[in-house]
């Protein structure tokens, strides 16, 4: 698993890159702020329900939570199931706010 900077992370999306972002948070977190993506709580990817992810096996995918401890555990799932170029947002969204 490689790991992203909120500000490498925000200059690519700035720039209009195609990134597969997944939010892995709980619906009520993700409700109060986030960035956009997928949403794919850590709950779903632990019991594999993760079908709206299946287009991305081969592409980038940035996982992020509050903090990315849970980003970095389903980034790790992730690449368990298949996934090829998993990446976790540094941070998470604590780390956005202060830094973005």
Same mark, same amino acid.
Request: aromatic share 4%; proline share 0%; hydrophobic share 40%.
């Given at each position: 698993?490689?790991?992203?900077?909120?500000?490498?992370?925000?200059? @690519?999306?700035?720039?209009?890159?195609?990134?597969?972002?997944?939010?892995? @948070?709980?619906?009520?977190?993700?409700?109060?702020?986030?960035?956009?993506?997928?949403?794919?709580?850590?709950? !779903?990817?632990?019991?594999?329900?993760?079908?709206?992810?299946?287009?991305?096996?081969?592409?980038?995918?940035?996982?992020?939570? @509050?903090?990315?401890? @849970?980003?970095?555990?389903?980034?790790?799932?992730?690449?368990?199931?298949?996934? !090829?170029?998993?990446?976790?947002?540094?941070?998470?969204?604590?780390?956005?706010?202060?830094?973005?």
């Amino acid at each position: 698993m490689q790991h992203i900077s909120v500000e490498e992370a925000k200059k @690519r999306l700035a720039n209009n890159e195609a990134l597969c972002l997944v939010d892995v @948070r709980e619906l009520h977190e993700r409700e109060v702020f986030n960035i956009g993506g997928i949403h794919c709580s850590i709950g !779903k990817i632990q019991t594999m329900q993760i079908e709206a992810l299946e287009d991305w096996k081969e592409e980038e995918v940035i996982c992020y939570c @509050r903090s990315g401890h @849970r980003s970095m555990m389903a980034a790790m799932m992730l690449e368990t199931l298949g996934f !090829k170029n998993v990446k976790n947002l540094t941070g998470g969204m604590l780390a956005w706010g202060e830094n973005v």
